[in-house]
DNA sequence: GTCTATATTTTGATAGAC
DNA sequence: GTCTATCAAAATATAGAC
């Protein structure tokens, strides 16, 4: 994790601490907002704070400072995507079967151009080393590699996915996919369809490393 | 042009002139190289002056503010491109060729992250509509993709590339490669090889589109 | 063309009352 | 938990001397 929690596990909750709780999740969506169309850099905590109907100050009761607020903010955005790739199963899906959960991925995220535009933002930004979510996009990135390299190599070791597939390339080259339609997606004035171009992609892929 | 030239074109300068345009140059280059890493919210022109060996108001006496200098910067940028996509001949490369001089663009920009990281970067903040350059970058993306689209279908029509490729989305995914392996590549600790990954791309769809 | 000085705003953060 | 008041630092920009 590259950000320790800062949310205690839930558990019951006194009237009071329910109020803070409400206002504090109110400040982490507000900040999902304003974070997704300007950034972190691009905006500053007193307009999250306005967004979220509280002081400044009282926003970083909440939080130490801006960085922690982003940490929620990663942190919810982990919690929400909910380990959706996981699928609804117990199991991971495999072979093809993850490019189709893929698939799925790119189809809810077309209707959450918030949380879009907040992880095309912040992989840019944080990028740069000294980025307080550097290490969180590291984590990311290996994270999803290793969950995508895994469901390759298992298609083909049940005979699926051809074992000549460069399964490291097709790894770096889905993700790129996926971060470059998101990109081109936010910049179009809603003309693109992300999930018909990265369906196109799949089937591209399907059609020379099936084993069929 | 999403920004007006600001350079004059070029004719034969006065001492003084000459002295000045090097500064101006000078704090162009210390402009790319920390818009390049810390994006342009993220650098003051303070900095950049710093850099440049200028006060911060010398600086400021060659560009009226912050937004101009970025303006230079991505005029700067693509002088450098020099439309390199058009090739070393006079006649843009068309069909599979172009391909072929995506994949020497990408061999280029392999030898300088420093325009790598400043395109990632503004191409995430600019999406944003009240950005600076966000003219400059929908007029990128556009005229990439008319070039690339332009490209497809001078092959299709020569038969060398198959008539029922669906140009659109290929232009959509090659960009999005192009952008989502420059995205992993400035994070990767020099892991990743664009070159070969993005040469991997291409004999994909050349297998699938190819006309033979 | 370049500098020093300064004005103005914005920002992130703290102190302390309620 | 939330607010008002306040601070110190940083950032953009301008004025005017040289």
């Known amino acids: 994790m590259s950000f320790p929690p800062r949310y205690r596990t839930p558990r019951a909750r006194s009237r009071v601490e329910a109020a803070g709780a409400e206002s504090r999740a109110k400040a982490v969506r507000a900040a999902i907002e304003l974070f997704s169309t300007a950034g972190y850099r691009g905006t500053s905590i007193a307009l999250v704070a306005e967004k979220a ?43 093809w079967a993850a490019f189709d959960a893929l698939t799925s991925l790119v189809a809810r995220n077309s209707t959450r151009p918030e949380l879009v535009g907040l992880f095309v933002r ?9 980025h307080p979510a550097h290490a969180w996009l590291l984590d990311h990135y290996t ?12 298609g083909q070791q049940r005979g699926e996915i051809h074992p000549d597939a460069p399964v490291a390339v097709l790894v770096r080259l889905t993700i790129a996919t996926l971060d470059g339609l998101q990109q081109q997606w936010l910049l179009d004035t809603g003309g693109t369809d992300m999930v018909a171009d990265f369906t196109t992609f799949v089937s591209g892929l399907r059609t020379q490393w099936d084993v069929k």
């Open 53 to 95: 109907d509280l002081s400044q100050s009282g926003l970083l009761h909440h939080f130490p400072n801006k960085a922690a607020l982003l940490a929620a903010v990663l942190e919810h955005r982990e919690a929400e995507d909910g380990r959706f790739l996981a699928g609804t199963d117990d199991r991971p899906p495999l072979g």
């Open 122 to 130: 912040l992989s840019a930004e944080a990028t740069e080393s000294g």
């Open 143 to 154: 994270s999803t590699r290793n969950w995508l390299t895994d469901a390759i190599r298992d």
